[in-house]
């Protein structure tokens, strides 16, 4: 058995949000002491993972 790392690939993206809502996922953060992209891809995946079906 061989080990192996493999490197997860990352684009750089900008995105705009509403404050309300950055505001909240900020706190979020704080809280849960992780960083808020690891909270925006969370978000996504599980979003994804969730769609309606009409919208896959």
């Known amino acids: 058995m061989v080990f192996k790392v493999e490197r997860e690939e990352y ?5 705009r949000i509403e404050k309300r809502l950055l505001e909240d996922m900020e706190k979020l953060c704080d809280k849960k002491n992780i960083s808020l ?17 009409e919208d896959k």
Request: aromatic share 10%; net charge positive.
């Open 11 to 15: 684009i750089n993206k900008t995105f």
């Open 37 to 53: 992209n690891k909270l925006v891809v969370k978000c996504i995946k599980y979003a994804m993972d969730n769609l309606d079906e």
